[in-house]
């Protein structure tokens, strides 16, 4: 029975749900939580069940008694999808329509509206994990230049503009995703200048802004766990380091770096290390470490991680560093 588990869940995270259905939270994070083949997070009045199970027709019971408690218990919710981890089929995997007509196509967090579309591929096209980031990132960057590298679909430099970030430049290979940020910035008003979407390898495009001689106040880096291309290869569990120097040049001096590694199998403690031999030279230096939001981490966690996130409270380690240029 997955339903009580469900019940203690949602009342930690009554607090979340907001008169108007805009906001977006995860309310029930299995894997800290007690079901480890299960996931749910919320975005606007869309529901989105993760089956985790190693064998999908093991979570399917989870899933139809998911769907029962939501709808009993949460009944303004207009659309369920379900994303099955180890899917038969790529549409499985990037979501399958449980209930409704059509699931949301935007959220609103802290006054900002993001662009949604959460069956573009196994991931949300927005990361909850990261939404205090979104908030320090509004707080901290009025004025500022910013460059968002691995942008994905754009969230950090959407949350920049809303700050009132300078310039803002995005780069991300796909450039469907890129295009999502594109509509995240019409939803809220912002001019889309389509110099600053650059659909190209990170790569490729950093050495391009180093022979341009540009420089940013303020260098977003969010690569993914591992992938390889012709110009390059991100590897987030054994090259952390080589990727943050990478953009180092390109931060102007009394910037800011902020770097996220969501390797799962690095201890907190061993990126911290990184990071720490990376200010060996005192051009880097650590000013905080930012917490993922405890509806994500979950509340009252079950057993232990992978590797012990500690300092950081979560595998999505997120750091931001003033930089000192010479």
Same mark, same amino acid.
């Given at each position: ?105 935007? &959220?609103?967090?802290? !006054?900002?509206?993001? +662009? $949604? ?9 927005? %990361? /909850?994990? @990261? ?119 390109? &931060?102007?001096?009394? !910037?800011?770096?902020? +770097? $996220? ?9 061993? %990126? /911290?290390? @990184? ?52």
């Amino acid at each position: 029975m997955i339903t009580p588990l469900l019940e203690k869940a949602l009342a930690s995270r009554a607090s979340l749900i907001d008169p108007e259905h805009e906001s977006a939270f995860r309310l029930f994070n299995g894997f800290t939580e007690g079901c480890p083949d299960l996931v749910i997070d919320i975005y606007a009045s869309t529901a989105l069940i993760h089956n985790y199970a190693d064998n999908p027709e093991q979570g399917v019971a989870l899933v139809q008694e998911s769907m029962s408690f939501l709808n009993n218990s949460m009944s303004w919710l207009h659309a369920g999808i379900v994303k099955t981890r180890n899917g038969k089929s790529q549409e499985e995997k990037c979501g399958m329509l449980l209930f409704g007509t059509a699931p949301d196509r935007k &959220i609103k967090e802290h !006054g900002v509206w993001y +662009a $949604i579309d959460l069956t573009m591929n196994r991931d949300a096209s927005l %990361y /909850l994990d @990261t939404r205090s980031l979104r908030n320090w990132i509004i707080d901290n960057l009025k004025n500022k230049s910013v460059l968002n590298t691995f942008a994905y679909t754009g969230s950090f430099g959407v949350a920049a503009l809303k700050g009132g970030a300078s310039r803002v430049v995005q780069i991300d290979l796909n450039r469907e995703f890129l295009n999502l940020a594109k509509t995240s910035c019409s939803l809220n008003g912002f001019p889309i200048q389509k110099g600053d979407f650059i659909s190209r390898d990170f790569f490729e495009q950093v050495g391009n802004l180093k022979r341009d001689k540009k420089s940013f106040d303020c260098v977003i880096i969010d690569p993914p766990f591992f992938s390889t291309t012709a110009k390059g290869r991100v590897d987030q569990e054994k090259e952390s380091a080589r990727l943050i120097n990478k953009v180092r040049p390109l &931060i102007n001096d009394g !910037g800011w770096l902020i +770097a $996220i590694n969501n390797a799962v199998f690095v201890s907190g403690t061993e %990126y /911290l290390q @990184t990071l720490e031999a990376l200010c060996k030279d005192g051009y880097l230096n650590i000013s905080k470490l930012m917490p993922v939001p405890q509806d994500f981490t979950g509340y009252n966690p079950v057993g232990k991680p992978i590797t012990d996130p500690s300092p950081f409270n979560h595998s999505t380690k997120i750091a931001i560093l003033n930089v000192k240029r010479k």
